[in-house]
């Protein structure tokens, strides 16, 4: 027995998709359980699709620049240093090794946005510190490899 299209007859693709964005999952997963590959939205779902990419990537920066701050106020602010710091930077670091090893073709973002991200990192450091941008270098002091390194901590 095939499961039902949860859609409306009377109802579009591209209509539902604006109408009940879930319901346009639901359905559109269905279809493409049977097969049913002419009924399908596909501008919709290639869009859809391109948008998750982009979100991992977003994430992934996201992520990095966090772990980033954390790592540059923990070696800028010893005598501040705390728990706290340790969580974030572990947390921070384990969703960017996740990240990583679910996706391994990110692999090349990261090298590509390390340099930006640790730019921006800098730039949240200082807000959230209040110190002067001088005191953080203007190059990373970490590599790529101690970022990720879950035993890495600066000194």
Known sequence: MTAQVPQSQTTS??????QDFY???QTTAELLKQKNFTQLDLDN???E???MGRSEKRALESNLEVLLMHLLKYQIQTQRRSKSWQYTILEHRRRVQKALQES???K???DQVFD???QTARRLAVIETGLDIAIFPEKSPFTPEQA???DFLPE
Do not use: R
């Open 49 to 51: 699709i391109e948008t």
């Open 13 to 18: 693709g591209s209509d539902l998709y604006e």
């Open 108 to 110: 090349p973002y990261f």
């Open 148 to 150: 990720l390194d879950p």
């Open 116 to 118: 930006e991200s640790y």
């Open 104 to 106: 391994p073709s990110l």
């Open 45 to 47: 779902l290639i869009e």
């Open 23 to 25: 319901l346009w999952i």
